[in-house]
Structures are given as C-alpha cells and as structure tokens.
C-alpha cells in the first residue's frame, strides 16, 4: 500500500465555486504529479514538480494550479470551477533519478469532481 | 511527444486462461512500466522494464520489451477473477519539449469470467 493520500475522495460542487484538491505523501519523494483521466480513458499529465518551489505544466493543459512549499504536499486549486473540469484527479509521487528517467509512481485514491 | 497505445483495448477470458496485452509506443524511453487499475481508484504499480532489457518476470505476470519495434507485451498467466482490472502500459523519456512525467495509453479493460 502506498502512502500516498488525496482529500477529499469526492466532490460535488457549483459552477464558479474554488476547490483546493490535497495530496500528500510520506514517502520523501521530490517528484510529484498530478494526472487528469475521464472515465475509461488514459491519464493525462497536467502538473508536476521537481521539489520544494518547483511547478512544472504537463503535457494537458489546465486551468488549475499548483503549489509545493512542503516536499510532502502538492495541492491543487482550480479558481472558479466549470462542469467541463469535471473528471478524476490523480496525485502521483516518485524518486527523482534524473530529467526524463522516471522510475515507479506511486500513486493516491484520487479525488473524483463533479462540477454541476 | 510519444504516446503508448495498448491492445486489445477490451478483453474477456476465462479464469485459468492466460491473457496477453501489447503496447507500443513512438520515442525513445529510459523505462516502460505497466499498471493495473480497479474501476475508480488509483493506479499500481505491476512492473518496470527498463530499455536495455527483453524480459522481465514477477510472480504471473512476464513483460517484453522490444525496442526496435517500439513495443511491450504483458502475459498475465493463470487469470483470476481478481485479475479484472483496466492496464495501462506508461513510458517515460522527452521528446521536443515534452513533459517530465509518464505518457499512458488508452489502457486494456481485462475482465475474467469465473
């Protein structure tokens, strides 16, 4: 079991509302992730960090953000939700080895959001 | 940017049965790893071939790797009905530009028949 855990597991909530998605690990890992994936489909990688201050855009473009002031948080906010960013969010950590060697993600329960 | 795509994207079988999923991707990668996920919940990690290497094994389960066709096979041997799952072949690796992270495929819906 990884320990890897994301708040809150589901979420139903109004068009222009802001949520703050958490995600945290006790792993130590510098590398953390967060993918994008609609039902039944692939997983799209939206943001990711390399440690403490760093945020990177995935290959997804997303309207949310992220922050890393701790090494074992990675939350993610999205200012005024819209129903088109209803999907599930998945939080993902991993050893940083070098740029563009990625070893074994471990990943949350992810945070499934229903925006109406 | 490189994509992996696995196949069959669906696939029912009975248990005791062996089931075979091919992925294949278009850049070069360090890593190709396979995941199975149960319906709405997060991805685990089954296994990690690196590039230099053809065959890797863990319990049930055998991956290939051919780099020179850009492609990956997992066998899962002696299916369960535990087995019934969604896996998903992930590379790593950047090209032009690319995102540090693993780019999925489409994933195969494997469901065994007890």
């Known amino acids: 079991e990884a320990d890897i855990y994301q708040t809150p597991r589901y979420l139903v909530i109004g068009t222009g509302k802001k949520i703050t998605l958490e995600c945290s690990q006790t792993?130590?890992?510098?590398?953390m992730y967060w993918y994008q994936q609609d039902p039944g489909m692939e997983l799209h990688l939206i943001h990711y960090?390399?440690?403490?201050?760093?945020?990177e855009k995935g290959d997804l473009s997303s309207e949310s953000t992220v922050s890393r002031i701790r090494t074992e948080h990675f939350p993610l906010t999205l200012e005024s939700a819209r129903p088109s960013h209803t999907s599930q969010y998945l939080c993902?950590?991993?050893?940083?080895?070098?740029?563009?060697?990625?070893?074994?993600?471990?990943f949350g329960p992810g945070t499934r959001l229903l925006v109406l | 940017s490189q994509q992996g795509e696995e196949d069959p994207q669906a696939l029912s079988i009975q248990e005791g049965e062996n089931a075979t999923m091919n992925c294949s991707y278009k850049t070069s990668i360090n890593n190709l790893q396979w995941y199975r996920q149960n319906s709405g919940r997060g991805l685990v990690h089954l296994i990690l071939i690196r590039s230099n290497e053809r065959e890797k094994h863990s319990g049930r389960l055998r991956v290939t790797l051919d780099t020179s066709k850009k492609s990956s096979s997992l066998l899962i041997t002696a299916s369960r009905a535990a087995d019934t799952a969604s896996y998903f072949c992930?590379?790593?690796?950047?090209?032009?530009?690319?995102?540090?992270?693993?780019?999925f495929g489409k994933g195969t819906h494997l469901i065994i028949q007890p």
């Open positions: 993902a950590s991993s050893e940083y080895i070098s740029t563009g060697v990625i070893e074994t993600q471990y």
């Open positions: 792993m130590g890992h510098d590398k």
């Open positions: 960090s390399y440690g403490v201050n760093s945020t």
């Open positions: 992930a590379t790593d690796g950047i090209s032009g530009g690319g995102a540090d992270g693993l780019t």
